[in-house]
């Protein structure tokens, strides 16, 4: 469970340990957001207009009432696609102001922070902008130094690239030194934060069935259809399937800048072939193609996201959205840049700014929208496993 007070008391279970039996009963007082989350999915359960819209609905009529564990479930179920807003005829300026979307993204944005690893860096999201920016220049300062350091001056940041290409400016070790314990760190905050939400209000065991939906419904995007395959609403309520175009376009673009850094590894140690690689090698054409999905697609997620309606989401979480995005767009772009500009005066200091970026990228993973990905997989299975499981309704404190 999350950081919860946590109160022990007696009580008479005829279920579980017989009468008299002793449990421990996880009590606390909703925060607003829950509270809201509770308020809109106690209407919605008398209405299920929107039943067959995504895995929201049909989870939340599994349930009678809704406990804190309950609104970070479905909150990170929800992809924020619109279509319940814009179907809502109970949406404001109606007096219930039932707003679906919004309710669940701010609790989402609260997962991120209450669940997150170490609990005191749960404090960056909330001001996630700064966070980004901080340790953009962070990054940018970090190889400015080091290659100025390393190349005895500033002249050396207009230069091109020499023979060795750019381990002749930064040593493969000294670049495995520097971002193997920031990526490990990332992976290690990013497991611990989400092995605490599973384990509030954990579904049970896992199935192959399950695991096989949950990845299927992770890696088409399935909630972002609105239920009927034509797409979510952005700026209105007409369907558009460009935003989910764009996410993939963004995801699968990420894995294969992935697969570039994994396969220029396997050259490096494994086959023993040095940087720099040719244009027809693996990395680079993984690298290439991905750096150009990688930048269209966060290009275009930014775009939709600057247009997105205002009851759409929570707008206290634009900077972090955005500035995850510019990031992401800096990351390739400047990757890409580097690649084609390996005779132009100016590499290094090309090179200080995409290594940086990386390293600021990294740095924010687990404290930033990054940790949405890992959250909403985990929903996914907790949803794909507990749809398999005879139906209980349940009660607040069951
Ligand atoms: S969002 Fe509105 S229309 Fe949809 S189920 Fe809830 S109350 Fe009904
Ligand atoms: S915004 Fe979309 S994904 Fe979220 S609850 Fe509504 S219909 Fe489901």
Known sequence: ???????????????????????????????????????????CNACRYCEGFCAVFPAMTRRLAFSPADAHFLANLCHNCGA?????QYAPPHEFAVNVPRALARVR?????????????????QRNGLTLALALVAGLALFLMLAVARQ???????????????????????????FAPVFGWAVLALTLGVRRFWRDEAPGSTSAAALAEAGNNALSLKYLDGGHGQG????????????????????????????????????????????????????????????????????????????????????????????????????????????????????????CLHLGTVMAL???????????????????????IEKRLPSRLKLADD
């Not at 001056?153 to 670049?175: E, R, S, T």
């Not at 775009?303 to 009851?311: A, D, E, K, M, T």
């Not at 929570?314 to 580097?338: I, V, Y």
Request: hydrophobic letters at 50%.
């Open 1 to 43: 469970m999350s950081p919860l007070d946590v109160l022990v008391r007696e009580a008479t279970d005829l279920s579980e340990g017989g009468p008299g039996a002793r449990r421990v009963i996880p009590i606390r007082t909703a925060t607003a957001g829950e509270a809201e989350v509770a308020r809109v999915m106690q209407i």
């Open 84 to 88: 319940c807003l814009h179907a809502c």
């Open 109 to 125: 944005g609260q997962t991120y922070a209450d669940y997150a690893w170490p609990p005191a860096l749960g404090r960056l999201y």
């Open 152 to 178: 005895g001056g500033l002249a050396a940041l207009a230069q091109p690239a020499g023979a060795g290409g750019f381990y002749a400016v930064f040593p493969h070790n000294l670049m495995v030194a520097l």
């Open 232 to 351: 979510c609403n952005n700026e209105d309520d007409a369907f558009t399937l460009w935003r989910r175009r764009a996410h993939h376009a963004t995801f699968y673009g990420f894995m294969l800048c992935f697969a570039a850094t994994a396969s220029a590894t396997l050259y490096h140690y494994v086959l023993g072939w040095q940087a720099p690689y040719g244009f027809n090698t693996l990395p680079k054409l993984l690298g290439t193609a991905g750096g150009l999905s990688l930048a269209l697609g966060c290009a275009g997620l930014g775009w939709l996201n600057l247009r997105r309606h205002p009851l759409q989401g929570d707008a206290a979480q634009k900077p972090m959205d955005l500035g995850f995005l510019l990031l992401l767009f800096l990351t390739a772009t400047s990757g890409l840049a580097l690649m084609l500009s390996h005779a132009s005066a100016g590499f290094t200091a090309l090179l």
């Open 362 to 384: 990294f740095a924010t993973l687990p404290y930033g929208k990054f940790a949405h990905g890992v959250f909403r997989v985990a929903a996914l299975l907790k949803w794909a």
